[in-house]
Protein backbone atom coordinates (compact mmCIF):
# COMPACT_ATOMS: atom_id res chain seq x y z
CA UNK A 1 0.00 0.00 0.00
CA UNK A 2 1.34 3.01 -1.26
CA UNK A 3 1.82 6.01 1.98
CA UNK A 4 -0.48 9.34 1.69
CA UNK A 5 1.07 12.66 0.81
CA UNK A 6 -0.01 13.68 4.10
CA UNK A 7 2.18 10.89 5.92
CA UNK A 8 5.47 11.59 3.78
CA UNK A 9 6.48 14.72 6.15
CA UNK A 10 6.12 12.91 9.17
CA UNK A 11 8.31 9.95 7.81
CA UNK A 12 11.17 12.92 6.84
CA UNK A 13 10.98 14.39 10.42
CA UNK A 14 11.58 11.05 12.00
CA UNK A 15 14.44 9.92 9.62
CA UNK A 16 15.62 13.66 10.53
CA UNK A 17 15.16 12.71 13.99
CA UNK A 18 16.64 9.57 14.38
CA UNK A 19 20.09 10.92 12.37
CA UNK A 20 20.30 13.90 14.80
CA UNK A 21 20.07 11.25 17.49
CA UNK A 22 22.95 9.44 15.67
CA UNK A 23 24.97 11.86 15.54
CA UNK A 24 24.22 12.87 19.19
CA UNK A 25 25.75 9.42 20.37
CA UNK A 26 27.94 8.35 17.87
CA UNK A 27 30.98 10.68 17.51
CA UNK A 28 31.33 9.64 13.86
CA UNK A 29 28.44 10.41 13.04
CA UNK A 30 28.70 13.86 14.50
CA UNK A 31 31.33 14.76 12.79
CA UNK A 32 29.58 13.89 9.54
CA UNK A 33 26.80 15.79 10.51
CA UNK A 34 28.49 18.99 11.28
CA UNK A 35 30.94 19.15 8.63
CA UNK A 36 30.57 22.19 6.54
CA UNK A 37 32.87 22.04 3.77
CA UNK A 38 30.76 21.89 0.55
CA UNK A 39 33.61 21.63 -1.95
CA UNK A 40 35.29 18.20 0.02
CA UNK A 41 33.62 15.32 1.51
CA UNK A 42 34.90 14.11 4.50
CA UNK A 43 36.87 10.79 4.26
CA UNK A 44 36.48 8.08 6.35
CA UNK A 45 39.28 5.41 6.99
CA UNK A 46 39.36 2.49 9.03
CA UNK A 47 41.38 4.60 11.19
CA UNK A 48 38.66 7.09 11.40
CA UNK A 49 36.24 4.69 12.60
CA UNK A 50 38.68 2.82 15.22
CA UNK A 51 39.42 6.14 16.74
CA UNK A 52 35.49 7.34 16.63
CA UNK A 53 34.94 3.93 18.17
CA UNK A 54 37.52 3.82 20.87
CA UNK A 55 35.86 7.75 21.72
CA UNK A 56 32.29 5.98 21.68
CA UNK A 57 33.42 3.80 24.26
CA UNK A 58 35.42 6.01 26.82
CA UNK A 59 32.23 8.15 26.74
CA UNK A 60 30.16 5.22 27.83
CA UNK A 61 32.67 4.48 30.41
CA UNK A 62 32.49 8.00 31.46
CA UNK A 63 28.51 7.96 31.75
CA UNK A 64 29.05 4.58 33.80
CA UNK A 65 31.04 6.55 36.36
CA UNK A 66 34.26 4.72 35.15
CA UNK A 67 37.58 6.73 34.21
CA UNK A 68 39.54 5.61 30.56
CA UNK A 69 43.47 6.35 29.50
CA UNK A 70 43.67 5.95 25.92
CA UNK A 71 46.44 6.19 23.44
CA UNK A 72 45.97 5.90 19.83
CA UNK A 73 48.75 6.33 17.36
CA UNK A 74 48.32 7.17 13.66
CA UNK A 75 50.32 8.48 10.74
CA UNK A 76 50.48 12.21 10.07
CA UNK A 77 48.27 13.79 8.12
CA UNK A 78 45.84 11.18 8.85
CA UNK A 79 43.33 13.81 10.43
CA UNK A 80 43.98 13.02 13.56
CA UNK A 81 43.15 16.81 14.77
CA UNK A 82 40.08 17.25 12.92
CA UNK A 83 38.48 14.14 14.94
CA UNK A 84 40.19 15.12 18.42
CA UNK A 85 40.50 18.80 19.20
CA UNK A 86 38.33 20.37 16.68
CA UNK A 87 35.14 17.98 17.18
CA UNK A 88 35.50 16.02 20.80
CA UNK A 89 35.68 19.38 22.86
CA UNK A 90 32.00 20.82 21.17
CA UNK A 91 30.93 16.77 21.16
CA UNK A 92 31.53 16.36 24.59
CA UNK A 93 30.24 19.36 25.89
CA UNK A 94 27.23 19.34 24.05
CA UNK A 95 26.70 15.94 25.85
CA UNK A 96 27.54 17.43 29.40
CA UNK A 97 27.64 21.60 29.25
CA UNK A 98 29.01 21.53 32.64
CA UNK A 99 32.25 19.79 32.31
CA UNK A 100 35.59 20.95 31.79
CA UNK A 101 37.79 19.98 28.78
CA UNK A 102 41.59 20.56 28.38
CA UNK A 103 43.33 20.78 24.61
CA UNK A 104 46.92 20.20 24.34
CA UNK A 105 49.34 20.12 21.99
CA UNK A 106 52.80 20.83 21.15
CA UNK A 107 52.62 24.50 20.73
CA UNK A 108 50.19 27.39 22.13
CA UNK A 109 49.70 28.26 18.05
CA UNK A 110 48.81 25.38 17.18
CA UNK A 111 46.34 24.36 19.44
CA UNK A 112 44.80 27.46 19.47
CA UNK A 113 44.07 27.45 16.29
CA UNK A 114 42.07 23.97 16.48
CA UNK A 115 40.38 25.35 20.27
CA UNK A 116 39.01 28.41 17.71
CA UNK A 117 37.73 25.71 15.39
CA UNK A 118 36.07 23.99 17.96
CA UNK A 119 34.94 26.67 19.74
CA UNK A 120 33.36 28.65 16.11
CA UNK A 121 31.73 24.91 15.75
CA UNK A 122 29.29 25.77 18.61
CA UNK A 123 27.32 28.39 16.68
CA UNK A 124 27.02 26.73 13.58
CA UNK A 125 23.59 25.73 12.39
CA UNK A 126 23.83 22.10 12.44
CA UNK A 127 25.57 21.92 15.80
CA UNK A 128 22.45 23.78 17.04
CA UNK A 129 20.41 21.11 15.37
CA UNK A 130 21.98 18.67 17.65
CA UNK A 131 22.59 20.53 21.01
CA UNK A 132 19.71 23.67 20.92
CA UNK A 133 20.46 26.35 23.26
CA UNK A 134 24.27 25.14 23.78
CA UNK A 135 26.11 28.05 23.32
CA UNK A 136 29.72 29.65 23.88
CA UNK A 137 29.80 32.40 26.10
CA UNK A 138 31.72 35.14 24.16
CA UNK A 139 31.95 38.09 26.89
CA UNK A 140 34.17 35.81 28.44
CA UNK A 141 35.57 33.56 26.18
CA UNK A 142 38.77 33.30 24.04
CA UNK A 143 40.31 30.90 22.25
CA UNK A 144 42.61 29.60 25.43
CA UNK A 145 39.41 29.57 27.28
CA UNK A 146 35.75 29.43 26.09
CA UNK A 147 32.79 28.63 28.38
CA UNK A 148 29.32 28.07 28.13
CA UNK A 149 26.27 30.47 27.97
CA UNK A 150 24.55 29.85 31.31
CA UNK A 151 26.46 26.58 32.50
CA UNK A 152 29.58 25.17 34.18
CA UNK A 153 31.34 23.44 31.18
CA UNK A 154 34.25 25.27 29.69
CA UNK A 155 37.23 24.23 26.81
CA UNK A 156 40.68 25.00 27.94
CA UNK A 157 43.33 25.12 25.32
CA UNK A 158 47.38 25.51 25.99
CA UNK A 159 51.07 24.08 24.64
CA UNK A 160 51.59 21.01 26.87
CA UNK A 161 54.71 23.22 28.38
CA UNK A 162 52.12 25.85 29.50
CA UNK A 163 50.56 26.99 32.48
CA UNK A 164 47.53 24.73 32.84
CA UNK A 165 47.58 25.22 36.82
CA UNK A 166 44.20 25.85 38.24
CA UNK A 167 42.40 24.12 35.36
CA UNK A 168 40.61 20.69 35.49
CA UNK A 169 39.13 18.63 33.33
CA UNK A 170 36.46 15.68 33.04
CA UNK A 171 38.11 15.06 28.98
CA UNK A 172 41.96 16.07 28.87
CA UNK A 173 42.79 15.88 25.48
CA UNK A 174 46.60 15.55 24.57
CA UNK A 175 47.09 16.18 20.73
CA UNK A 176 50.38 15.89 18.89
CA UNK A 177 53.01 16.28 22.07
CA UNK A 178 56.19 16.20 19.86
CA UNK A 179 56.80 18.94 16.92
CA UNK A 180 59.81 18.17 14.71
CA UNK A 181 62.31 15.61 14.70
CA UNK A 182 64.80 18.17 16.54
CA UNK A 183 62.95 17.91 19.52
CA UNK A 184 62.23 14.39 18.99
CA UNK A 185 66.02 13.73 19.41
CA UNK A 186 66.79 15.52 22.21
CA UNK A 187 66.94 13.70 25.65
CA UNK A 188 66.35 17.52 27.33
CA UNK A 189 63.02 18.25 25.35
CA UNK A 190 61.95 14.81 26.04
CA UNK A 191 62.28 14.98 29.70
CA UNK A 192 60.76 18.47 29.55
CA UNK A 193 57.60 16.66 27.79
CA UNK A 194 57.53 14.22 30.06
CA UNK A 195 57.36 16.63 33.53
CA UNK A 196 54.74 18.48 31.62
CA UNK A 197 52.59 15.26 30.90
CA UNK A 198 52.86 14.17 34.99
CA UNK A 199 53.36 17.42 36.35
CA UNK A 200 51.21 19.19 34.78
CA UNK A 201 48.86 17.87 32.21
CA UNK A 202 48.32 14.24 34.56
CA UNK A 203 47.22 16.22 37.74
CA UNK A 204 44.64 18.11 36.01
CA UNK A 205 42.02 15.37 35.95
CA UNK A 206 38.88 14.69 37.85
CA UNK A 207 38.03 12.24 40.08
CA UNK A 208 35.71 10.35 36.74
CA UNK A 209 38.05 11.51 33.84
CA UNK A 210 38.67 10.42 30.30
CA UNK A 211 42.42 10.80 29.04
CA UNK A 212 43.28 10.72 25.80
CA UNK A 213 46.64 10.65 23.26
CA UNK A 214 46.12 10.76 19.77
CA UNK A 215 49.61 11.40 18.21
CA UNK A 216 51.86 10.20 15.38
CA UNK A 217 55.29 9.03 17.27
CA UNK A 218 58.72 9.81 16.46
CA UNK A 219 60.90 8.42 19.74
CA UNK A 220 61.08 5.20 21.69
CA UNK A 221 61.62 7.48 24.36
CA UNK A 222 58.93 9.89 23.95
CA UNK A 223 55.72 10.24 26.46
CA UNK A 224 54.10 7.08 25.13
CA UNK A 225 57.12 4.92 25.01
CA UNK A 226 57.50 5.94 28.94
CA UNK A 227 54.22 5.92 29.42
CA UNK A 228 54.86 1.86 28.14
CA UNK A 229 57.85 1.65 31.00
CA UNK A 230 55.28 2.97 33.42
CA UNK A 231 52.89 0.11 32.40
CA UNK A 232 55.51 -2.40 32.71
CA UNK A 233 57.24 -1.39 35.54
CA UNK A 234 54.66 0.60 38.13
CA UNK A 235 51.79 -0.54 39.07
CA UNK A 236 49.82 2.90 40.38
CA UNK A 237 50.51 4.39 36.88
CA UNK A 238 47.35 5.33 34.87
CA UNK A 239 46.65 2.05 33.11
CA UNK A 240 46.36 2.88 29.17
CA UNK A 241 45.03 1.24 26.49
CA UNK A 242 47.23 1.62 23.46
CA UNK A 243 46.18 1.34 19.86
CA UNK A 244 48.94 1.84 17.21
CA UNK A 245 47.48 1.97 13.42
CA UNK A 246 50.00 1.75 11.22
CA UNK A 247 50.46 3.07 7.34
CA UNK A 248 51.46 -0.02 5.98
CA UNK A 249 49.88 -3.43 6.89
CA UNK A 250 49.42 -7.02 5.25
CA UNK A 251 45.75 -6.85 7.13
CA UNK A 252 44.14 -3.96 5.00
CA UNK A 253 42.19 -4.63 1.88
CA UNK A 254 44.85 -2.60 -0.01
CA UNK A 255 48.24 -2.93 2.01
CA UNK A 256 47.80 0.92 3.15
CA UNK A 257 45.60 2.77 5.74
CA UNK A 258 43.96 5.17 4.14
CA UNK A 259 43.54 5.14 0.05
CA UNK A 260 40.85 7.15 0.49
CA UNK A 261 42.40 9.94 0.22
CA UNK A 262 46.20 9.01 -0.27
CA UNK A 263 47.33 6.79 -3.41
CA UNK A 264 49.57 4.44 -2.84
CA UNK A 265 52.06 6.24 -4.76
CA UNK A 266 51.91 9.32 -1.66
CA UNK A 267 52.73 6.56 1.00
CA UNK A 268 56.01 5.10 -1.22
CA UNK A 269 57.04 8.47 -1.59
CA UNK A 270 56.42 9.41 1.95
CA UNK A 271 58.72 5.90 2.61
CA UNK A 272 61.42 7.04 0.35
CA UNK A 273 61.92 10.53 1.74
CA UNK A 274 61.85 9.42 5.85
CA UNK A 275 63.82 6.80 4.81
CA UNK A 276 63.62 3.59 7.41
CA UNK A 277 64.21 5.32 10.38
CA UNK A 278 61.76 7.44 9.65
CA UNK A 279 59.24 5.45 8.17
CA UNK A 280 59.33 3.27 11.09
CA UNK A 281 58.04 6.37 13.42
CA UNK A 282 56.06 8.63 11.33
CA UNK A 283 54.37 5.97 8.94
CA UNK A 284 54.16 2.57 11.23
CA UNK A 285 53.94 4.03 14.51
CA UNK A 286 56.66 1.89 15.78
CA UNK A 287 60.20 3.73 16.61
CA UNK A 288 63.10 2.34 16.91
CA UNK A 289 66.39 2.82 18.56
CA UNK A 290 68.34 4.84 15.89
CA UNK A 291 72.05 3.39 14.57
CA UNK A 292 71.73 -0.04 15.46
CA UNK A 293 74.42 -0.84 12.23
CA UNK A 294 74.77 -4.55 13.26
CA UNK A 295 73.28 -5.58 10.10
CA UNK A 296 74.04 -3.31 7.03
CA UNK A 297 70.36 -3.12 5.01
CA UNK A 298 72.18 -0.96 2.44
CA UNK A 299 72.50 -4.02 -0.70
CA UNK A 300 69.31 -5.94 0.46
CA UNK A 301 67.81 -6.75 -2.93
CA UNK A 302 64.21 -6.07 -3.26
CA UNK A 303 62.01 -8.41 -5.62
CA UNK A 304 59.18 -7.56 -7.45
CA UNK A 305 57.66 -10.98 -8.46
CA UNK A 306 58.34 -14.65 -7.02
CA UNK A 307 59.15 -15.44 -10.02
CA UNK A 308 62.46 -14.18 -9.89
CA UNK A 309 63.01 -16.38 -6.44
CA UNK A 310 64.66 -19.79 -7.32
CA UNK A 311 63.41 -23.12 -6.69
CA UNK A 312 64.54 -24.19 -3.36
CA UNK A 313 63.93 -26.01 0.19
CA UNK A 314 61.41 -23.50 1.87
CA UNK A 315 60.34 -22.97 6.11
CA UNK A 316 58.75 -21.28 7.70
CA UNK A 317 60.28 -20.74 10.83
CA UNK A 318 58.17 -19.44 13.82
CA UNK A 319 58.84 -17.72 17.30
CA UNK A 320 55.81 -17.61 19.29
CA UNK A 321 55.05 -15.48 21.63
CA UNK A 322 53.83 -17.80 24.10
CA UNK A 323 53.29 -16.72 27.54
CA UNK A 324 51.11 -14.67 29.19
CA UNK A 325 53.86 -12.20 30.31
CA UNK A 326 55.09 -11.75 26.50
CA UNK A 327 51.24 -10.76 25.16
CA UNK A 328 50.38 -8.52 28.10
CA UNK A 329 52.82 -6.36 29.09
CA UNK A 330 52.38 -2.61 27.51
CA UNK A 331 54.65 -3.11 24.39
CA UNK A 332 53.88 -7.16 23.67
CA UNK A 333 56.33 -9.43 21.73
CA UNK A 334 54.90 -10.48 18.71
CA UNK A 335 54.60 -14.14 17.27
CA UNK A 336 56.35 -13.80 13.30
CA UNK A 337 56.58 -16.64 11.37
CA UNK A 338 59.00 -16.14 8.35
CA UNK A 339 58.93 -17.62 5.08
CA UNK A 340 62.94 -18.11 3.66
CA UNK A 341 65.13 -20.42 1.73
CA UNK A 342 68.23 -20.64 1.50
CA UNK A 343 70.13 -21.37 -1.25
CA UNK A 344 74.11 -22.06 -1.46
CA UNK A 345 76.16 -19.71 -4.05
CA UNK A 346 79.74 -19.39 -3.66
CA UNK A 347 81.29 -18.68 -0.59
CA UNK A 348 78.45 -16.73 1.12
CA UNK A 349 74.99 -18.66 0.84
CA UNK A 350 71.99 -16.51 0.14
CA UNK A 351 68.80 -15.81 1.95
CA UNK A 352 65.79 -15.53 0.48
CA UNK A 353 62.75 -14.14 1.78
CA UNK A 354 59.33 -14.62 0.00
CA UNK A 355 57.24 -13.24 3.53
CA UNK A 356 57.02 -12.13 7.14
CA UNK A 357 53.80 -12.83 9.24
CA UNK A 358 53.83 -11.06 12.49
CA UNK A 359 50.48 -10.26 15.17
CA UNK A 360 50.41 -9.82 18.18
CA UNK A 361 47.14 -12.07 19.59
CA UNK A 362 45.80 -13.91 22.31
CA UNK A 363 46.35 -18.11 21.94
CA UNK A 364 43.56 -19.05 20.20
CA UNK A 365 43.42 -16.48 17.93
CA UNK A 366 47.23 -17.11 17.16
CA UNK A 367 46.78 -20.50 16.84
CA UNK A 368 44.15 -20.11 14.34
CA UNK A 369 45.99 -17.63 12.68
CA UNK A 370 49.58 -20.16 12.11
CA UNK A 371 47.08 -22.36 10.91
CA UNK A 372 45.70 -20.13 8.07
CA UNK A 373 48.93 -19.69 7.46
CA UNK A 374 50.49 -22.95 6.99
CA UNK A 375 47.38 -23.99 4.83
CA UNK A 376 48.29 -20.89 2.41
CA UNK A 377 51.95 -21.74 2.39
CA UNK A 378 51.10 -25.04 0.68
CA UNK A 379 52.58 -28.31 1.58
CA UNK A 380 55.76 -28.04 0.17
CA UNK A 381 56.88 -25.62 2.74
CA UNK A 382 58.63 -26.92 5.61
CA UNK A 383 57.97 -25.65 9.26
CA UNK A 384 60.17 -24.89 11.91
CA UNK A 385 60.25 -23.35 15.41
CA UNK A 386 62.71 -22.39 17.62
CA UNK A 387 62.99 -24.78 20.81
CA UNK A 388 64.32 -22.70 23.69
CA UNK A 389 64.83 -22.79 27.38
CA UNK A 390 62.49 -20.43 28.17
CA UNK A 391 60.22 -21.48 25.55
CA UNK A 392 59.95 -25.23 26.03
CA UNK A 393 56.59 -25.53 25.25
CA UNK A 394 56.39 -23.47 21.93
CA UNK A 395 57.59 -26.91 19.91
CA UNK A 396 54.53 -28.80 21.95
CA UNK A 397 52.22 -25.64 21.05
CA UNK A 398 53.08 -25.55 17.48
CA UNK A 399 52.81 -29.13 16.89
CA UNK A 400 49.56 -29.56 18.86
CA UNK A 401 48.33 -26.36 16.23
CA UNK A 402 49.42 -28.53 12.95
CA UNK A 403 48.50 -32.10 14.16
CA UNK A 404 48.23 -34.04 11.19
CA UNK A 405 48.76 -31.50 8.86
CA UNK A 406 52.50 -30.65 9.00
CA UNK A 407 55.52 -32.12 10.70
CA UNK A 408 57.54 -29.82 12.99
CA UNK A 409 61.32 -29.77 13.20
CA UNK A 410 62.71 -27.80 16.28
CA UNK A 411 65.35 -25.75 16.12
CA UNK A 412 67.60 -26.15 19.58
CA UNK A 413 68.60 -22.62 20.36
CA UNK A 414 71.70 -22.94 22.84
CA UNK A 415 73.34 -19.65 21.90
CA UNK A 416 72.84 -15.47 22.99
CA UNK A 417 70.99 -14.23 20.01
CA UNK A 418 73.82 -11.47 19.19
CA UNK A 419 76.15 -14.61 18.66
CA UNK A 420 73.82 -16.27 16.88
CA UNK A 421 73.22 -13.19 14.49
CA UNK A 422 76.32 -13.31 13.61
CA UNK A 423 76.86 -15.05 10.45
CA UNK A 424 73.97 -12.99 9.15
CA UNK A 425 76.32 -10.04 9.09
CA UNK A 426 78.37 -11.21 6.10
CA UNK A 427 75.20 -12.10 4.33
CA UNK A 428 73.57 -8.56 4.81
CA UNK A 429 76.92 -6.90 3.79
CA UNK A 430 77.50 -9.25 0.59
CA UNK A 431 74.23 -8.39 -0.86
CA UNK A 432 72.76 -11.54 -0.56
CA UNK A 433 69.31 -11.22 1.11
CA UNK A 434 66.55 -11.37 -1.34
CA UNK A 435 63.29 -9.54 -0.38
CA UNK A 436 60.06 -10.19 -2.27
CA UNK A 437 57.79 -6.57 -1.95
CA UNK A 438 55.32 -6.47 0.83
CA UNK A 439 53.82 -4.18 3.06
CA UNK A 440 55.47 -6.17 6.11
CA UNK A 441 59.17 -4.76 4.32
CA UNK A 442 58.95 -1.57 6.49
CA UNK A 443 58.57 -3.04 10.00
CA UNK A 444 61.00 -5.73 9.10
CA UNK A 445 63.86 -3.32 7.69
CA UNK A 446 62.96 -1.23 10.58
CA UNK A 447 63.92 -4.10 13.14
CA UNK A 448 67.23 -4.89 11.19
CA UNK A 449 68.57 -1.84 11.30
CA UNK A 450 67.64 -1.33 14.95
CA UNK A 451 69.30 -4.43 15.96
CA UNK A 452 70.29 -4.98 18.87
CA UNK A 453 69.26 -1.97 20.50
CA UNK A 454 65.75 -2.51 19.38
CA UNK A 455 62.73 -3.25 21.43
CA UNK A 456 61.83 -6.46 19.51
CA UNK A 457 64.05 -8.80 17.57
CA UNK A 458 61.75 -11.71 16.49
CA UNK A 459 62.35 -11.28 12.83
CA UNK A 460 66.38 -11.42 13.44
CA UNK A 461 65.34 -14.16 15.44
CA UNK A 462 63.74 -15.65 12.80
CA UNK A 463 66.72 -15.69 10.45
CA UNK A 464 69.27 -16.91 12.79
CA UNK A 465 67.23 -20.02 13.41
CA UNK A 466 66.72 -20.61 9.71
CA UNK A 467 70.41 -19.68 9.35
CA UNK A 468 71.10 -22.15 11.98
CA UNK A 469 68.69 -25.17 10.39
CA UNK A 470 70.41 -24.73 7.44
CA UNK A 471 73.95 -24.79 9.02
CA UNK A 472 73.24 -27.90 10.19
CA UNK A 473 71.58 -29.54 7.58
CA UNK A 474 74.27 -28.41 5.33
CA UNK A 475 78.59 -29.62 5.19
CA UNK A 476 80.81 -26.25 4.90
CA UNK A 477 84.64 -26.25 4.85
CA UNK A 478 86.13 -25.32 7.92
CA UNK A 479 87.31 -22.23 5.46
CA UNK A 480 83.31 -21.05 5.07
CA UNK A 481 82.31 -21.47 8.48
CA UNK A 482 85.37 -19.41 9.57
CA UNK A 483 84.75 -16.63 6.89
CA UNK A 484 81.05 -16.48 7.75
CA UNK A 485 81.40 -16.16 11.58
CA UNK A 486 84.16 -13.63 11.57
CA UNK A 487 86.82 -16.23 12.86
Known sequence: MRCKISEQPNKLESLAELRRLKAQKNHLNFIKYVWENPSEEYAIGMHTRIICNAIDKAIEKYIRGESCFLIITVPFRHGKSEILSRKLPPHFLGLFPDAQVILCGHTARFIESVSRNARDLVATTKYQELF??????????????WHIRGRLGSCYAGALLGAITGQGYALGLLDDYCANREDAESPNARDKMWEGFTDNFMTRRGPVSITIIL????????????????????????NFEIINIPAFSDDYPEGILFPERFPRSWYEEQRATLGSYGTASLLQCAPVVKGGNFLSSEHIQVHKSIDEFPSIPYHRVWDLAHTAAERSKADPDYTSGTLMGIEKRGAIPHIWIKDVCRFRMDAPSRDAKILEVTEKDGSYVKIAIENTIDAKDAVGTLQKILAGRRTVIPIEITRDKIIRAYP????????????????????????????????????????SAGYQLYDETTEFDDEIVNFLQGN
Do not use: C, M
Not at 225 to 235: S, T
Not at 440 to 454: K, L, M, R, T
Open 424 to 463: LEAIFKAGNIHILEGPWYYDWIAEIESFPNGKHDDQIDNL
Open 215 to 238: ATRWNTDDIIGRIENEKNNNADFP
Open 132 to 145: PGITVNHASSSVQH
